[in-house]
């Protein structure tokens, strides 16, 4: 059964939710936590590591009771057990999708097409597995007899951004194989990252779904041509392996048979850094981080199969998320974690957000009347405190974000560690309650400014009464790393469904592909 068809502007609750926000746009953020002191408990989720804090945004108990009638009113809960149990929601694609059967550990079976999938996955994973061991214990020699060193992952959008992001986040992880990704069809990029080789001890991992893709095929011939300069063609198997579902093409390249890794149409690029995609992940960390990097997704894709919608991380996002972009007509949000080590997120989140959720047409093929998709975009705490923060305080947009946290670090400088997460705190303390006109003037006062008090006063006033929510993790690991990434995944999911969409097609990066071949013609 296809999912359900609607504008979800008509539906009863949506009108309810208009009303609602007429009556409750002037909301403030320091009246509703000075009129409840359990806020902060009443507007938080613990699951285990991770405990989301959603109190400093607008809303009452009221807006996310709407909120979550309008997830029922959508029938949410059914198309969440058709994501998981495979039918064909990629419907323009007819294709399921199923990134979560890549992490599954449970017996329950998965089919496509009448075959259950999950035997292919656990081989695939048997085979990452080993091939990893290989490559980080040395067995694997190259051409001349050395071990490999290097490892570069040519490729790009899905093929390149998660395991990138990845690879960097867990950097703290990392065995002794340096990891290198190329992925811009820009020469200079690939000449970069080739001056840093030596072709004996490099293994190259082309990623492609579709192993026709202009840049990452450009990038492996030119890798090729290079390689070839000191090793021969018949070396190319032992430095050459492939990550794709057009095996004529990876034959063709002169890849060994045996060292072709498997993608499934029921994968969408974008959220594919659990399969083999993600194998210079596995070489880059080793299997078993790889494989905690699944469980962590795994217990979110739990959590948000079975949990109550009002209590839902990924649903709780999702709804603020079309609360702030339907009714605050807020266009951008802001993804900042507060570690070096995700500097790469909001890169990855782009693509996943923003090539899903970028449509105007809905599931019925009109033309949409409402907003949908959200701009995303960030960077990592403190450094951003010093270059965009200021427009977030204190411009006129209203841009809710999302400041995600560790308790922990990871390095132990316990100093610099209690100065990130005072940082983490104070911003989104800043943001929601600001500074006031009095408060302003007694601060000028008592610094003996009184002829500057009329004069600047305006300007240091901050409003506040701007959203955020805090996503705060115990500690950055392969399994928390997981669990956060999967939660944007299903985020991604739900606020599709709310808004009538078909988020796992990717039909608008099509014409400049075609158009890109005819300038190259001319
Ligand atoms: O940008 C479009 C896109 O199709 C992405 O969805 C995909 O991740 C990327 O290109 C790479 O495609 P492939 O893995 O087939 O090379």
């Given at each position: 059964?296809?999912?359900?068809?609607?504008n979800?502007?008509?539906?009863?609750?949506?009108?309810?939710?208009?009303?609602?926000?007429?009556?409750?746009?002037?909301?403030?953020?320091?009246?509703?936590?000075?009129?409840?002191?359990?806020?902060?408990?009443?507007?938080?989720?613990?699951?285990?590591?991770?405990?989301?804090?959603?109190?400093?945004?607008?809303?009452?108990?009221?807006?996310l009771?709407?909120?979550?009638?309008?997830?029922?009113?959508?029938?949410?809960?059914?198309?969440?057990?058709?994501?998981?149990?495979?039918?064909?929601?990629?419907?323009?694609?007819g294709?399921?999708?199923?990134?979560?059967?890549?992490?599954?550990?449970?017996?329950?079976?998965?089919?496509?097409?009448?075959?259950?999938?999950?035997?292919?996955?656990?081989?695939?994973?048997?085979?990452?597995?080993?091939?990893?061991?290989?490559?980080?214990?040395?067995?694997?020699?190259?051409?001349?007899?050395?071990?490999?060193?290097?490892?570069?992952?040519?490729?790009?959008?899905?093929?390149?951004?998660?395991?990138d992001?990845?690879?960097?986040?867990?950097k703290?992880?990392?065995?002794?194989?340096?990891?290198?990704?190329?992925?811009?069809?820009?020469?200079?990029?690939?000449?970069?990252?080739?001056?840093?080789?030596?072709?004996?001890?490099?293994?190259?991992?082309?990623?492609?779904?579709?192993?026709?893709?202009?840049?990452?095929?450009?990038?492996?011939?030119?890798?090729?041509?290079?390689?070839?300069?000191?090793?021969?063609?018949?070396?190319?198997?032992?430095?050459?392996?492939?990550?794709?579902?057009?095996?004529?093409?990876?034959?063709?390249?002169?890849?060994?048979?045996?060292n072709?890794?498997?993608?499934?149409?029921?994968?969408?690029?974008?959220?594919?850094?659990?399969?083999?995609?993600?194998?210079?992940?596995?070489?880059?960390?080793?299997?078993?981080?790889?494989?905690?990097?699944?469980?962590?997704?795994?217990?979110?894709?739990?959590?948000?199969?079975?949990?109550?919608?009002?209590?839902n991380?990924?649903?709780?996002?999702?709804?603020?998320?079309?609360?702030?972009?339907?009714?605050?007509?807020?266009?951008?949000?802001?993804?900042?974690?507060?570690?070096?080590?995700?500097?790469?997120?909001?890169?990855?989140?782009?693509?996943?957000?923003?090539?899903?959720?970028?449509?105007?047409i809905?599931?019925?093929?009109?033309e949409?009347?409402?907003?949908?998709?959200?701009?995303?975009?960030?960077?990592?705490?403190?450094n951003?405190?010093?270059?965009?923060?200021?427009?977030?305080?204190?411009?006129?947009?209203?841009?809710?974000?999302?400041?995600?946290?560790?308790?922990?670090?990871?390095?132990?400088?316990?100093?610099?560690?209690?100065?990130?997460?005072?940082?983490?705190?104070?911003?989104?303390?800043?943001?929601?309650?600001?500074?006031?006109?009095?408060?302003?003037?007694?601060?000028?006062?008592?610094?003996?400014?009184?002829?500057?008090?009329?004069?600047?006063?305006?300007?240091?006033?901050?409003?506040?009464?701007?959203?955020?929510?805090?996503?705060?993790?115990?500690?950055l690991?392969?399994?928390?790393?997981?669990?956060?990434?999967?939660?944007?995944?299903?985020?991604?999911?739900?606020?599709?469904?709310?808004?009538?969409?078909?988020?796992?097609?990717?039909?608008?990066?099509?014409?400049?592909?075609?158009?890109?071949?005819?300038?190259?013609?001319?």
């Open positions: 059964m296809a999912l359900k068809n609607y979800p502007t008509q539906t009863e609750t949506w009108k309810k939710l208009t009303d609602h926000f007429e009556v409750s746009k002037n909301l403030n953020l320091k009246e509703l936590f000075r009129t409840d002191a359990n806020r902060k408990e009443n507007f938080s989720v613990t699951v285990n590591d991770l405990e989301v804090d959603f109190s400093k945004n607008r809303i009452t108990k009221e807006t009771d709407l909120l979550v009638e309008l997830a029922n009113e959508v029938e949410l809960k059914d198309a969440i057990e058709k994501y998981f149990t495979g039918e064909t929601i990629n419907v323009t694609e294709r399921a999708v199923l990134h979560t059967a890549l992490r599954s550990t449970s017996e329950e079976p998965v089919l496509v097409d009448g075959k259950d999938i999950k035997p292919k996955v656990q081989t695939a994973l048997r085979k990452i597995r080993a091939f990893s061991n290989k490559v980080i214990s040395g067995k694997w020699k190259g051409y001349s007899g050395k071990s490999i060193t290097d490892v570069v992952n040519i490729g790009i959008g899905g093929s390149d951004l998660g395991p992001m990845i690879v960097e986040g867990l703290f992880y990392k065995n002794k194989l340096n990891t290198h990704f190329v992925s811009n069809v820009d020469g200079d990029h690939v000449s970069e990252v080739l001056k840093k080789l030596n072709p004996e001890t490099t293994l190259f991992v082309i990623v492609s779904k579709t192993f026709t893709t202009q840049e990452t095929i450009s990038n492996a011939n030119t890798i090729k041509n290079w390689f070839l300069k000191s090793g021969s063609i018949f070396d190319v198997a032992k430095h050459f392996v492939a990550v794709s579902t057009n095996l004529d093409a990876v034959y063709d390249f002169g890849i060994d048979k045996n072709v890794f498997p993608m499934w149409n029921w994968v969408g690029g974008r959220f594919s850094l659990w399969s083999a995609v993600g194998l210079s992940i596995s070489l880059a960390v080793g299997f078993d981080n790889f494989r905690e990097l699944l469980n962590g997704a795994e217990e979110m894709d739990i959590h948000f199969r079975t949990t109550e919608f009002d209590e991380i990924p649903v709780i996002l999702a709804l603020l998320s079309v609360w702030y972009n339907n009714f605050y007509g807020a266009e951008t949000e802001a993804i900042l974690p507060y570690t070096q080590y995700l500097s790469k997120l909001p890169d990855y989140l782009q693509q996943a957000v923003m090539e899903s959720n970028g449509k105007g809905d599931r019925d093929g009109n949409i009347t409402y907003q949908t998709g959200t701009i995303v975009w960030g960077s990592t705490g403190t951003m405190q010093h270059a965009f923060m200021q427009l977030v305080h204190q411009g006129t947009k209203l841009i809710p974000t999302d400041f995600i946290g560790f308790k922990e670090s990871l390095h132990g400088l316990e100093d610099h560690h209690n100065k990130l997460m005072a940082n983490y705190n104070a911003q989104m303390e800043a943001l929601a309650f600001g500074k006031t006109k009095e408060e302003v003037h007694l601060e000028l006062k008592a610094s003996g400014n009184m002829e500057k008090i009329n004069s600047l006063l305006p300007y240091k006033v901050f409003s506040g009464n701007r959203p955020s929510n805090g996503i705060l993790f115990d500690k690991t392969p399994s928390s790393l997981g669990k956060l990434v999967s939660l944007y995944e299903h985020k991604i999911f739900v606020q599709g469904i709310i808004w009538n969409i078909y988020s796992y097609d990717q039909f608008g990066v099509e014409l400049g592909k075609e158009l890109a071949k005819k300038f190259l013609k001319k």
